[in-house]
């Protein structure tokens, strides 16, 4: 067993922490069933979302600290890189569905994720610094640009943990639900996404990752994609859709 479970259901592809007699916390095994699954999903045409939320009330509560210690990052492609840089590099959508502990990766993972929804009871930490270690997943760099840098320095310093609605606050959880309403609302979440137009939907991902900085850069490179939109079947369709007075069905796309 890996410690990693995932489900199918239509377009949507969940990715589930399933270690709950750890709180789900991540060794190497499961790094590299989770870059596998998700790099699975993002070659699977009928695959349009991927949600990822953890078995046994806890999201993650971050690495297994005998196994980070029995087997070290020593460079390379290992496991967790391979997974961080899936994470960073997806295409289509992620979603995420956080119940319990969300400590470390398990909450430095959740900036690369498009929206992220947080029962009443997650909790959140970043304990690099109480460890002798540095944050990862350039978070050192997303999360100043989401929270601010005194918030971000705060967090990262002095590691104490943070609810769900501090996470709220700060823009890394977009919903807060009751806990037994999360992961039914998630899946409803990702179920939407994935109805939608999925070209338009992964070009909108990547404007809003993209790496232009001036409003004329970032207007131009939009002109381009909108250009190449409106001769799309998925334009033709919604335009259809619209005028029948019926929902549009993108099922047929990419």
């Known amino acids: 067993m890996s410690g ?30 989770l870059a596998n699954a998700l790099a699975a999903a993002e070659a ?19 690495n297994d600290l005998h196994d980070f210690l029995a087997n070290p990052p020593d460079g390379g492609e290992r496991p967790a890189l391979r997974f961080l840089r899936g994470l960073a590099g997806a295409r289509k959508p992620l979603v995420a569905a956080v119940e319990g502990p969300a400590v470390g990766i398990g909450t430095t993972m959740l900036l ?23 944050p990862e997943a350039a978070s050192s760099l997303l999360l100043p640009r989401l929270a601010g840098y005194q918030r971000a320095a705060d967090l990262f310093f002095l590691a104490d943990p943070f609810d769900a609605a501090t996470a709220q606050s700060i823009g890394l959880v977009g919903r807060v639900l009751p806990t037994a309403d999360l992961l039914a609302a998630a899946r409803a979440l990702a179920g939407r996404l994935a109805a939608k137009a999925p070209e338009a939907l992964r070009a909108t991902k990547a404007l809003l990752k993209s790496a232009s900085t001036t409003v004329a850069a970032r207007m131009d490179e939009e002109m ?3 250009e190449r939109q409106l001769q799309s079947a998925e334009l033709k369709e919604a335009v259809a859709a619209f005028f029948e007075k019926r929902p549009a069905d993108f099922s047929r796309g990419g």
Request: charged share 15%.
């Open 224 to 226: 381009a994609v909108f």
């Open 112 to 134: 690369h994720c498009d929206v992220v929804l947080a029962a009443e009871n997650a909790r959140f930490a970043l304990p690099f610094v109480d460890l002798g270690l540095v």
């Open 44 to 62: 699977d045409p009928a695959i349009r979302v991927v949600l990822f939320h953890g078995n046994g009330g806890a999201f993650t509560a971050g």
């Open 4 to 33: 990693i479970a995932t489900a199918r259901s239509g377009a949507v592809a969940e990715i589930v922490f399933d270690r709950p007699d750890k709180r789900n916390a991540i060794t190497t095994a499961m790094y590299a069933a």
